[in-house]
């Protein structure tokens, strides 16, 4: 029997390159978005490759149908071993002015909704006896550019939420572990309507001490790492993938 991701936000951008990353090592797919064009163009996608799996259209923020999506998981692929909690979005605004409505949104989608799904795939995974988390968070969960409170702040709780759950899910055999990805180009890894070419100056480059910007499967190798059984010993671990921006010490003339 094939082994099992979901994956949330996995339509576009890095959720879209862990998809196919997951399908390529084997995986059948779950895929959840809110974005149904996108999610449709992608298993057509997948189809001509020859991966198995289903797309649904989900809100991540919403318990119920959180819940359909786990229960068609239960009748279409009989088992879970690895979730994917990727789906994110952000409000932007200075702090002054921010509405409360769009921080809510923002902790709603990026952290209640990451702790609504993982309540969905531990169950599960507690049955078998394993299974892996991931929790995609973010470098601004260590550190900032002004007016990102309401992101930041999501990030931050996946990072809190990742150590938490690794403690309390460890006796049943469930890693957690974060990624907290830097500057990613996620240009040509839109749906086809919304697809743009990636757009680098030299200088966005070379401020990284890796010498480029990031890529989706950058962060997608690194997900089929934390997943497999080379990484049994990892939990509780976030990995920073940011070309060495988090520790590059940066002094002004
Ligand atoms: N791109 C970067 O540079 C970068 C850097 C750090 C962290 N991240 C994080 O990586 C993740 C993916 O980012 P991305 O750049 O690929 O974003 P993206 O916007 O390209 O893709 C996000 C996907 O999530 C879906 N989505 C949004 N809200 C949803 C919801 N409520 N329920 C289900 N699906 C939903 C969107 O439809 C979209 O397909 C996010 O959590 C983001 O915060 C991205």
């Known amino acids: 029997m094939s082994k099992v991701a979901a994956v949330t936000g996995g339509a576009q951008g890095i959720g879209k390159a862990i998809a ?88 709603g989608v990026n952290l209640r909704g990451a702790f609504i799904c993982s309540q969905q795939a531990a169950r599960r995974m507690k049955t078998r006896g394993a299974g892996s988390i991931i929790h995609i968070a973010s470098t601004r969960a260590l550190m900032s550019e002004a007016h990102t409170e309401a992101y930041s702040a999501s990030k931050g709780g996946l990072l809190a939420l990742t150590h938490a759950m690794a403690v309390s899910l460890g006796p049943f055999g469930i890693r957690v572990n974060a990624i907290s990805p830097g500057w990613i180009e996620t240009a040509d890894w839109q749906k086809s309507s919304a697809s743009r070419q990636p757009v680098h100056s030299e200088r966005d480059r070379l401020q990284h001490p890796a010498q480029r910007v990031g890529t989706p499967q950058d962060i997608a190798a690194a997900c089929l790492y934390l997943s497999g059984q080379d990484a049994g010993f990892i939990t509780g671990h976030n990995l920073v993938i940011d070309g060495g921006m988090t520790v590059k010490m940066i002094y002004e003339d």
């Open 20 to 107: 196919w990353a997951f399908a390529d090592a084997g995986y059948e797919l779950a895929v959840a978005d809110v974005d149904r064009e996108a999610g449709n163009e992608l298993m057509r996608e997948l189809g001509r490759r020859g991966a198995k799996g289903f797309f649904m259209p989900v809100d991540i923020s919403d318990e119920q149908q959180v819940g359909r999506w786990f229960k068609l998981i239960d009748a279409d692929l009989g088992r879970l071993d690895a979730l994917i909690n990727n789906a994110g979005i952000s409000r932007n605004a200075p702090m002054l002015e921010l509405p409360l409505a769009s921080f809510d949104q923002v902790i």
